[in-house]
């Protein structure tokens, strides 16, 4: 029974895999692991293929150490990042076949161009879903308090940007006081996106002390920054309730996180000047209301002084005017009284001095006419029954004489005679008609005769007599 | 007490704020001038001092936060609200 060799087994596989599998081939693969031996310098890896998260391909490589070091200097100056676990690469490889470390492939070349174009198309993929499912500007869209004090910090402790962080923020040239806590995550490594990933959900169950998420990490390096390209860290980051601000320290890519955080800053010192700068707003704002508040408090006090002070000069020129005007009315009136007082005293003394005069006149009138006409009564009660019977016997006598003119015996004694028919005066001829007895009577006796006509006069009428 | 629980820098600005533009646009009465600037001394002091002073509620809260809090961090890493967001 013919048999073989391991050994020969080996040579076999390898002279067949040397004659057929000679060349040089350009492929594609992701890196599943990677060491470098610093001693020998020679860097191992292993490479995979994946379909929908399934390993369909893996394999060994190795990049010796003579073609390591300008690999990796090519490929950091072209991605910013060092060969890391997750990147896909295009690799210039040759298969390889060890009798005793097996198949592997050496990699000559390593074109960082491909790395790139996955690295952003896998970047943009990212971001054009997080768009598409409203995430992008979600942590943006939180609102800021005025002052930033409470914060929870993202970071390791060990990392450079943490201390340079925490030493600007607490030495503050203005003596704000912030509070911090840290949050301990490894900032490189494989371990980096779940870590933070931890370190969010603590922080967002502590949401009601903290203002703000702060993930800091030393500046300068890139290595390991494609866990910030990460959806599901992103995906946190837009969720979380509080405010994230980076400072993941690099300057030229703006990573996922970078985009969906709140602000993103370069360094961890940009970050602590940017709550420093925030507070120190606050406080310039509240300054320039302190000075409106003084301003305006001075200006209306014065004002107010002011005001006092002119109605108190006012109050006092009008009062002085006031007490002239009233002083001047009084004098004028006193004046005025004392001369209309004078003159109606004068008046009155005058007429006091007439009515004395005339009381004093008439007194003596009524005295002298008194006194006459006294006088006059006795002088007259003195002449009295005499004169008084020798007046009234004249007057009697006067009567008498009057008297007896009016007798008509002393009428018919001067000739004149009554006629009279049938006892009657018989006054008017018309009384009598022709055969009328008639009688007369004269001074010494009577006449009876009858009427033989009558005839008017023209003026009397006269009866004829027969 | 209660007064400072409630006020904040937000709330301290804005009253500030409505302070002086009282002042600045309105004629105002001497007496509630004093009033108006007293509140706003106080609120200026408030948010002054709040920027450098510590607030013992605050430290109280972070250190306490520090030594509970972190066990049961551990435990309720897989809470669910956490796990939602």
């Keep these: 029974m013919d048999f073989l060799t391991l050994g020969e087994l080996a040579f076999l596989i390898k002279s067949a895999i040397q004659s057929s599998l000679s060349e040089e081939y350009w492929v594609t693969a992701e890196v599943a692991q990677i060491n470098c031996n610093y001693s020998s310098g020679h860097c191992y890896l292993d490479l995979v293929e994946k379909r929908d998260d399934v390993t369909i391909a893996k394999m060994r490589a190795t990049i010796w150490a003579s073609n390591f070091s300008q690999i990796s200097n090519n490929f950091y100056a072209a991605t910013g990042q060092e060969l890391q676990i997750g990147m896909k690469i295009l690799m210039l490889a040759r298969v390889n076949y060890h009798e005793v470390h097996g198949l592997s492939v050496n990699i000559k070349e390593i074109d960082p161009r491909y790395t790139l174009g996955e690295m952003a198309l896998k970047r943009r993929e990212v971001i054009e879903r997080l768009t598409r499912e409203g995430l992008i500007e979600k942590n943006r869209q939180l609102n800021l308090p005025p002052v930033i004090q409470k914060i929870a910090v993202i970071s390791s402790v060990t990392a450079a940007g943490y201390g340079d962080f925490l030493s600007r923020l607490n030495n503050n040239s203005y003596g704000y006081k912030f509070y911090h806590r840290l949050f301990q995550a490894y900032m490189q490594g494989e371990k980096t996106e779940d870590s933070i990933g ?137 004046y005025l009284l004392q001369t209309r007082a004078l003159a109606t005293l004068k008046t009155h003394l005058i007429n006091l001095k007439e009515y004395e005069g005339r009381l004093k006149s008439s007194s003596k009138d009524l005295l002298r006419t008194g006194g006459q006409k006294l006088k006059d009564y006795r002088r007259a009660l003195a002449v009295h029954p005499g004169h008084m019977i020798s007046i009234q016997s004249q007057k009697i006598d006067n009567c008498e004489m009057r008297i007896n003119l009016l007798d008509p015996q002393n009428v018919l004694r001067r000739g004149f005679s009554i006629t009279f028919l049938n006892g009657k005066i018989l006054k008017e001829v018309t009384w009598v008609k022709k055969d009328d007895i008639i009688s007369t009577r004269l001074y010494d006796g009577s006449i009876i005769s009858t009427v033989e006509s009558t005839g008017k006069d023209e003026g009397n009428e006269r009866k004829e007599e027969t | 007490m209660s007064e400072k629980k409630k006020l904040n820098y937000t709330k301290a600005i804005s009253e500030l704020e409505q302070i002086i533009n009282e002042i600045e646009t309105e004629s105002i009465d001497v007496d509630v001038l004093t009033e108006r600037v007293k509140r706003a001394a106080y609120l200026i002091k408030f948010c002054r001092g709040n920027l450098r002073t510590t607030e013992e509620e605050v430290k109280k809260a972070l250190s306490e936060m520090d030594e509970k809090r972190a066990e049961e961090l551990s435990e309720e890493r897989e809470d669910a609200d956490v796990e939602s967001f």
């Design chain 1, 198 to 334: 931890d370190a969010l959900k603590k922080c967002v169950k502590l949401r009601g002390h903290f203002e703000v998420i702060v993930i800091v990490r030393g500046g300068g390096s890139r290595a390991d920054l494609h866990c910030f390209d990460s959806y599901r860290l992103a995906r946190m980051i837009a969720l979380s309730p509080i405010p994230v601000f980076t400072g993941i320290g690099h300057e030229r890519d703006e990573t996922v996180v970078d985009r969906v955080a709140n602000r993103r800053l370069i360094t961890p010192t940009a970050v602590a000047e940017f709550l420093i700068y925030t507070a120190k707003q606050f406080e310039d704002g509240i300054d320039v209301l302190r000075h409106r508040l003084i301003t305006r408090t001075r200006t209306l006090v014065e004002q107010e002084g002011q005001r006092v002070n002119n109605f108190a000069e006012g109050l006092r020129s009008q009062a002085k005017h006031y007490f002239k005007t009233v002083n001047n009315a009084l004098r004028n009136n006193i």
